[in-house]
């Protein structure tokens, strides 16, 4: 599985971005897909999840109420719709393919298989 993520980019406090992640590949085994975001010398953090079949969602607590996480199945692509950013938000943000994790593994980034190549994400105050 390959993943691709695209839609990052500078923007001011308060304002709204949606990332794109577009898998290719052996995709039929999915089970869940997700957002992570690491910030240099911190440990990647665990963002959104989404179960592949049937779309369950899991958030982190930061931007439970502020992002939201979809898919399309045809396409094969995942969104991050993010809205009221902070600096917070500021962060290098993976997409990333599991196909064992279970819902108490869905925060871990153990859990996942495949990841791309991460989409920067600044919000300046």
């Known amino acids: 599985v390959q993943l691709q993520a695209s839609g990052g980019g500078l923007v001011q406090t308060g304002d709204s971005l949606t990332l794109s992640c577009t898998a290719s590949?052996?995709?039929?085994?999915?089970?869940?897909m997700g957002w992570f975001r690491q910030v240099a010398g911190t440990e990647r953090e665990f963002v959104a999840a989404?179960?592949?079949?049937?779309?369950?969602?899991y958030y982190a607590e930061s931007v439970k109420g502020r992002f939201t996480i979809s898919k399309n199945n045809f396409k094969n692509t995942m969104l991050l719709q993010m809205t009221s950013l902070k600096p917070g938000d500021t962060a290098i943000y993976y997409c990333?393919?599991?196909?064992?994790?279970?819902?108490?593994?869905?925060?871990?980034?153990?859990?996942?298989?495949?990841w791309g190549k991460g989409t920067q994400v600044t919000v300046s105050s």
């Open positions: 989404i179960k592949w079949s049937g779309g369950h969602t």
């Open positions: 990333a393919n599991s196909l064992r994790a279970i819902p108490s593994s869905i925060d871990n980034s153990g859990a996942y298989d495949y």
């Open positions: 590949g052996r995709t039929g085994s999915s089970r869940y």
